[in-house]
């Protein structure tokens, strides 16, 4: 069982940057990967970026590539995604994830975090 707790969202001006926390609170951390997803009024959830939490290995999409940087801090379970260089497009709510091993879908989901950038 792994809960997950976001923090962090807000509201920001196009061009300016905001920091996610997502705690897990797990048995293991580093039998996780723990995803970063997003979803906006109208629109269906999308991928944003995901962490090994073992190695540390990522994959961002195409969309946030270059703006947005996730990372891990094992030491207090936390996975943050570091959002810099926003756009009135990336306004959605933001949703920690996680899968624990073997690894297939994401069974654990956070509530939620709103991320509001305004142009």
């Known amino acids: 069982q792994v809960q997950l707790d976001e923090s962090g969202g807000g509201l920001v001006q196009a061009g300016g940057s905001l920091s996610l926390t997502c705690a897990a609170y797990?048995?293991?951390?580093?039998?996780?990967?723990v995803g970063w997803f997003r979803q906006a009024p109208g629109k269906e959830r999308e991928f944003v970026a995901t962490i090994n939490c073992n190695d540390g290995r990522v994959a961002v999409a195409d969309a946030v590539k270059g703006r947005f940087t996730i990372s891990r801090d094992s030491a207090k379970s936390t996975v943050h995604l570091q959002m810099n260089s926003l756009k009135p497009e990336d306004t959605a709510v933001y949703f920690c994830?996680?899968?624990?091993?073997?690894?297939?879908?994401?069974?654990?989901w956070g509530q939620g975090t709103q991320v509001t950038v305004s142009s």
């Open positions: 994830a996680a899968d624990d091993q073997p690894w297939d879908k994401y069974d654990y």
């Open positions: 797990a048995r293991t951390f580093t039998t996780l990967r």
